[in-house]
């Protein structure tokens, strides 16, 4: 249409260049001034301009022709009153007419292309959406597409969009604040440090709630409740949750192991439901090892922030005393104590009832060591070598013999682990009324049990150093045997891939006691030794690795069955390799498909082993998984692994836009 006026206009132009060459060629010609040519012209001159005008009236009668076809007379009065606003557009998506609301709203919106105009309108175009908002300068649109026809509907929601927000931000967000270990430090702290936790921690916090504007009230001596809204916690997410790093700081100062778990619920108008969802997300965040944030929002998965350091040796001995004496007592008030370690029995389970066993006798009572849900090859040949010896001091028994040892106050011990499942005897544990759990791995479920105490420690290096830590606390002196004292060195090395990882200075500590126990490390060296055939089947994993450009190395067997223990022992020796950051090895066990995933510390492998619902630790993870292929976990793992990776530049690009 704008085509047909440009036209018109340059022949207008044309015809008066014409009507003045005219005049000046005739006013020449004649010498005298010729009244006829004049009015000739004057009268041309007006019916162009009428001629004109009659154009435009036609034009105008078509447009209002369209607009009436389009939407009827009445309708269109309607679309002015209620903010609605209709174009047209040809096949070049260019548009060729728009109701007096748009125009009033934009200008020049004739022959503008919409595409570049308004680039989310890309998805009505290729049917990806019905409806797509748009906001330009201070206005909010909800933009629809006419099924047929080359037509848009724009619809002004500025007010809806704006009350929205208003009542979005407004929503009530509860959150409780929960001081990890403070109990305990209180408890054996003089009272100067006390005092300090208090100023320099606990008020601490209130302070920095109060600048946030949360309103924050203390409810125990460790726990605080939060109030705000959604505003404000959005405030503290770009703040990155500050409060964390000041609490972490003031507690290495006073050399405390003090942190901070806490728990959102968001989301939902009802408070009783808000303050349920807090509350379970609190007891998450403490049981994956606290230090750490989680966010439950109506109707979407926990979501997890912080914890992304790597367990420090941050746990205080004052624990391990508590432990200690706790433990004693239970001891004493139970009939005997039955040692139940995990299903496939390994050093690290055997060595921690070792040493256990010691405790409860010196307490004065009989302790058992379950021997049952399979044992891992290399145990299988050390407990055969130093059976004799261990018999001694241990009693063993197998499952059959557990009926008649299990007596109503038996006191059940599980050992490097915590879940029912993985037992190696998962009745007992669900028969038994007094169960005991001692584990150095990160919990990522709740128990389906009723625990009488829980001590997991995810920053100790195995189980064995926990229970070896308690020996000191115990009334009597206890020497473990030298057999004994390297078995459960055997578990330390092992666990800790031969003091590489999670070895704090506490593992040496508990190495030290072994030795003076007459623990033999060169014998702990050949208890690990392989045989030709797992050799064999490691060199094959070694040979199908690969490592990416961001230190990422792969190595899976799609048809041979490899040991859980293997795959981590793999994984384990390919970061020993300079330019490999994590590890990933994947292969089947039996009938089910595991990875095993280790990092040097700079990648996070428990989110990456989380996102494809596996677990474990910073540095070490895994998963295991039936009716499925290696193929296709190796498939979803590189996806995932592609994700982080895209995630990660994502992140890198906007800190260096800052
Ligand atoms: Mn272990």
Redesign the pocket.
Known sequence: MSNHFDRLKKNIFTIILGEIALMILVHWLFRQPTYWLDVILIVLNMILIVAVFELFDSVLAKRNLALTKIIGEEASQAFVFGNIGLLTYDSNLTVTWANDFLVSRFENIIGKQISVWLPETQALFNSEAELVTVTVDEYTYEIAKKEEGQTLYFKDITAQHVMKELSTNQQMVLGYIHLDNYEETALYSDDKTTGQIDTNIRQRIIEWARSQGILVRRLRTNRLMLVLNQQLFENLIQDNFSIMNTVHEEAAKLDVAITLSIGFGKGSNDVQTLDEMALNALELAQSRGGDQIAIKAYDQEVEYLGGSSQAQEKRSKVRARIIGQTLKDLIHKSDNVILVGHKEM?F??MGSAIAMNNIVRSNGKDAFIVMAGGIEEKLQRAFNEYEEELKKTCVFIDETQIAKTALPKSLVIML?HHNASQSSVPNLITKSKRVVVID??RRNQDFTFDPMMVYTETAAS??CELVTELIPYQSKHIELTKEEATMVLT?VVI?TNRFRNRTGSRTFEVASLLKQCGADPLKADEFLKDDFATFELKAKLFHSMSVDEHGLAIASLPNESVSRSIMSQVADSMLSIKEVEAAFVVARDDDQVAVSARSNGNVNVHVIMEKMNGGGHFAAAGLQRSNTTVSEVLAELKAVLQHSVDEEDKINESHSVE
């Open positions: 390994d690290d389970s490097d150095h791995h195995s189980c578990g666990d």
